[in-house]
């Protein structure tokens, strides 16, 4: 009799188990055929003429802040705006044009690094804006030699 009992039970938790894995395979399956189609088109290259891509600092001091200001002219027939700065680390802040450029008009991206520890670095800034209706993006690099006084001192002791 309690063979029985254990077997009804194991039965009702099996069947209970399946059916909610079926249900849930339906839900998928609706949410899935009601989720709506929306495509996506990959940004394409900023049209605005950079007066430079790249900016070499040279060398700098640990901890001692850098700012390169990178400036552009807006050739195209339209109005444009910078929709989004994006530093490519945590060492880097960026400050920039926020108001419309008009054709003709100039506006920048200054991006300053903070280095925190010595040795040769290249960092870049992506730039998103608006032209022509478009998501268009950029990006910008600057690099240089961090120079640490304190390694330096080391190194000089040595010698």
């Known amino acids: 009799m309690k063979s029985i009992k254990l077997s009804i039970v194991a039965l009702l938790i099996a069947s209970a188990s399946f059916a909610q894995t079926k249900d849930v395979k339906v839900e998928t399956a609706k949410a899935m055929q009601a989720a709506p189609t929306e495509v996506k088109t990959a940004p394409v290259q900023s049209a605005i003429k950079w007066d430079q891509e790249m900016h070499d600092f040279g060398?700098?001091?640990?901890?001692?802040?850098v700012t390169y200001e990178f400036s552009f002219t807006n050739t195209t027939k339209e109005?444009?705006?910078?929709t989004n700065v994006r530093p490519a680390c945590g060492c880097t802040a960026a400050n920039y044009t926020k108001?419309?450029?008009?054709?003709?008009?100039?506006?920048?991206?200054?991006?300053?690094?903070?280095?925190?520890?010595?040795?040769?670095f290249q960092k870049s800034v992506t730039i998103t804006t608006t032209e022509n209706g478009v998501e268009a993006v950029k990006t910008l690099s600057f690099k240089g030699k961090v120079l640490d006084p304190a390694t330096d001192k080391k190194e000089e002791i040595k010698s």
């Open 59 to 65: 060398d700098i001091e640990k901890g001692k802040p």
């Open 79 to 82: 109005t444009i705006l910078i």
């Open 99 to 120: 108001t419309p450029i008009k054709p003709g008009e100039k506006g920048m991206v200054a991006a300053t690094f903070n280095a925190a520890n010595g040795g040769m």
